[in-house]
């Protein structure tokens, strides 16, 4: 990211998948360690994803993907958008601003994409944008760039950590299960509770 910073007006990093698992260390154990800090956050998703995560439909590994997932299902769209509203949510916790790139697939309709935009923008993202970048190269990514560009130009980044460092494992690990996966709290193994006393201790 340093060198990216030398040489660039802008970084983009790549920071795993996930906004409740590659964010979240982005921004707790990375961003602590190197003292860089996010201006803006993109958050990529996809029709197919909202549809998958209504849980109408089964997908194993290796086999096809059920037909259905291709033909236009607005209703399973709109019941697999909590997930994408969580994800946003995450991001913004930690005062960053969240620009969401909805990769279009051929099989995705207008309908069905507005429904995600639609969605964003009420969860909070700054901006929602359709990205062709597969199919059309950077053209296809313009507005989403811009978009980006606005979003971490604006300001309004106030980024903030989970936790302060010197919490123990155990506020830790109760923090991220609580603010970011959704749980109600953490309940320990008399073995998780030996081992954690031995990290904390080291």
């Known amino acids: 990211d340093r060198v990216g910073l030398a040489c660039c007006d802008y970084v983009v990093t790549e920071a795993g998948f996930g906004a409740d698992m590659g964010a979240e260390k982005f921004f707790n154990i990375k961003c602590r360690q190197s003292g860089l800090t996010p201006d803006a956050a993109l958050l990529v998703c996809t029709v197919r994803a909202m549809k998958f995560h209504s849980g109408r439909f089964e997908i194993k590994p290796g086999k096809p993907l059920p037909p259905e997932l291709s033909q236009e299902d607005v209703s399973a769209v709109e019941e697999g958008i909590p997930n994408l509203e969580k994800q946003i949510a995450n991001v913004r916790q930690h005062g960053v601003p969240v620009v969401v790139a909805i990769n279009k697939f051929p099989t995705d309709t207008d309908a069905e994409?507005?429904?995600?935009?639609?969605?964003?923008?009420?969860?909070?993202?700054?901006?929602?944008?359709?990205?062709?970048?597969h199919a059309d190269g950077g053209a296809g990514g313009e507005d989403l760039a811009r978009a980006l560009v606005d979003a971490a130009e604006g300001g309004s980044a106030e980024f903030r950590f989970l936790y302060p460092s010197d919490a123990t494992l155990t506020e830790k690990i109760e923090t991220i299960a609580t603010k970011v996966y959704g749980a109600s709290g953490v309940d320990y193994e008399p073995v998780a509770q030996e081992k954690l006393a031995q990290f904390q201790e080291a």
């Open 113 to 133: 994409i507005d429904a995600v935009r639609k969605a964003a923008l009420a969860a909070g993202a700054e901006a929602a944008h359709v990205s062709t970048l």
